[in-house]
């Protein structure tokens, strides 16, 4: 358990950025040249609607951090609050860390009003599942994650890949 939870800091920049690599690459991802500068301005800009949070051991070393936003929900005709990012050092993983920021990000959509957190896994992340099943069962939703930059078409029936 996080002897203490609080926003992110100018001065931690390096902690962030490694765990952020180290996020990336448990997802198998690469941030792109000049991400880590691009999201590190989302979180400091007061205009920006994206935050992060950091959960601090006995000691004040920085051992996990989250990162959240607001998401317009359409159907609902308002906002949520979207919890895009989760890391937690790996040998403190199952002691209540993520348990705790997650519930941090709770309090602040309460505080705004905001009538859920919602967020995405990768199927084989169990580990995190298991965590994030106390909360609520999954959904029955299926991620699309259509790319626009090399537009690339799938052909019926074959459906074999056609690069435009």
Known sequence: ???NIRPLAEG???IWEQMFQSYAEFYKTNVPEGGFNAVWGW???PENDFWCAVAENADGDVVAFTQ???MHR???GGMTCYLSDLYTLPD???GGVGRALIDYVREFAKAKGLPNVRWLTQEFNYPARRLYDTYSPK???ILYNVPVLSLIH???PTRQAEIS
Do not use: C, N, V
């Open 68 to 70: 959240y936003q607001l």
């Open 43 to 45: 979180i400091f800009d």
């Open 92 to 94: 403190l993983r199952g």
């Open 1 to 3: 358990m996080p002897a």
């Open 154 to 156: 799938i052909s019926e």
């Open 12 to 14: 931690d920049r390096a």
């Open 74 to 76: 359409s159907l609902g």
């Open 139 to 141: 959904s029955d939703f």
